[in-house]
C-alpha cells in the first residue's frame, strides 16, 4: 500500500533565496540519487515540491513542501531512517531551517 511523506520548510530568517532555492532543488533530487540497496534502482515512486503559492494566510512561517510517495510504508522507513544520501542531506540543510514537520500518510486511512 503506497504511503506518502510530507515534508514542511521554514527557513531560518536570514536564508537567502539561492540558498533556498538550492535546498529545494537538492530534495527533489532525492527521487533519483535515493538507491534501494537490494533493487540498486532508485525506489521514491513520485516527488512533488516547491515554494508555497497559498492565498489563505495559514502557513504560518512554512514557505516550501514536499510530497514523496513510496510504494511501501519498508520503503519510506529505509528512506527515514537509513538512506544514506537523505540522511546526508538532512544533516547538510538543517542548519539553514527554523522548522520541519513531516506527516506521513495512506491515502483513504482516516482512521
Do not use: W
Not at 510530507?6 to 532525492?30: H, Y
Request: with cysteine; hydrophobic share 40%; aromatic share 8%.
Amino acid at each position: 500500500m503506497q504511503i506518502s511523506h510530507i515534508v514542511l520548510l521554514q527557513f531560518k530568517p536570514d536564508v537567502g533565496s539561492d540558498i533556498k532555492e538550492n535546498v529545494a532543488s537538492r530534495i527533489k533530487g532525492l527521487k533519483d540519487s535515493c538507491i534501494h540497496p537490494e533493487t540498486g534502482k532508485p525506489y521514491i515512486v513520485s516527488m512533488k515540491g516547491g515554494v508555497d503559492a497559498s492565498i489563505e494566510g495559514l502557513q504560518d512561517g512554512i514557505s516550501h513542501a514536499f510530497v514523496s510517495v513510496f510504494e511501501h510504508a519498508s520503503d519510506r522507513d529505509y528512506f527515514a531512517k537509513m538512506d544514506p544520501v537523505h540522511i546526508a542531506l538532512v544533516k547538510d540543510v538543517l542548519q539553514y531551517l527554523e522548522r520541519v514537520q513531516v506527516v506521513d500518510f495512506v491515502d483513504g486511512q482516516l482512521i
